[in-house]
T-cell receptor
Framework: NAGVTQTPKFQVLKTGQSMTLQCAQDMNHNSMYWYRQDPGMGLRLIYY???????DKGEVPNGYNVSRLNKREFSLRLESAAPSQTSVYFC?????????????FGPGTRLTVT | AQTVTQSQPEMSVQEAETVTLSCTYDTSESDYYLFWYKQPPSRQMILVIR??????QNATENRFSVNFQKAAKSFSLKISDSQLGDAAMYFC????????????????FGKGITLSVRP
């Protein structure tokens, strides 16, 4: 049981390049999330997917797109990377329903845009 | 919208002593969950402790306990017998308890506090 996995762990992009961050969970969770972590800012929600086939914007969605490929996978795409997107990106998942509280996090991706 | 405030960016504690990390939040909801997450240098987010707002009893997990003051909207974390492995960034987080949709299961985080442990 791997939990939440993310690839890659590190990435360096040049301004204007595109890339997709991959996330997968094997806990049969309904909901998945993408956060970014910046120094002094905590974690901020970019996009989330309540269930397979649905996605919604979070607090900081500009410059990103997401795809909920199936129940297991939720990808984050940067179409034209900017230095302001230099950050650590976390994927998380959670179940829904009574008694379900916790979000489980992946190991994060450190992205640098030069 | 809910907000979570951690006003102390850094704290330090001597090994084996006790430290308290502060967190306040603002919400108009009556039912919600509060969490403390630990992020060590490995970057992995680890759930430390959880508190349900409808429970009056403060949550405890081994050396970690909370002081939950619902009226004051305060949720502090006490670490007893501090160990070198407790050195990390700690985040306070809020989650609505209303409904079971993805929107209500979002976490709102504070900015975090960096805890160092002196040997």
């Amino acid at each position: 049981n791997a939990g939440v996995t993310q690839t890659p762990k590190f990435q360096v992009l040049k301004t204007g390049q595109s890339m997709t961050l991959q996330c997968a969970q094997d806990m049969n969770h309904n909901s998945m999330y993408w956060y970014r972590q910046d120094p002094g800012m905590g974690l901020r929600l970019i996009y989330y997917s309540a269930s397979e086939g649905t996605t919604d914007k979070g607090e900081v969605p500009n410059g990103y797109n997401v795809s909920r490929l199936n129940k297991r996978e939720f990808s984050l795409r940067l179409e034209s990377a900017a230095p302001s997107q230099t950050s650590v990106y976390f994927c998380a998942s959670s179940s829904l329903g009574e008694g379900s509280y916790e979000q489980y996090f992946g190991p994060g991706t450190r992205l640098t845009v030069t | 919208a809910q907000t979570v405030t951690q006003s102390q960016p850094e704290m330090s504690v001597q090994e084996a002593e006790t430290v308290t990390l502060s967190c306040t939040y603002d919400t108009s909801e009556s039912d919600y969950y509060l969490f403390w997450y630990k992020q060590p240098p490995s970057r992995q987010m680890i759930l430390v402790i959880r508190q349900e707002a409808y429970k009056q009893q403060n949550a405890t997990e081994n050396r970690f306990s909370v002081n939950f003051q619902k009226a004051a909207k305060s949720f502090s974390l006490k670490i007893s017998d501090s160990q070198l492995g407790d050195a990390a960034m700690y985040f306070c987080a809020y989650r609505s308890a209303w409904g079971y949709t993805g929107a209500n299961s979002k976490l709102t985080f504070g900015k975090g506090i960096t805890l160092s442990v002196r040997p």
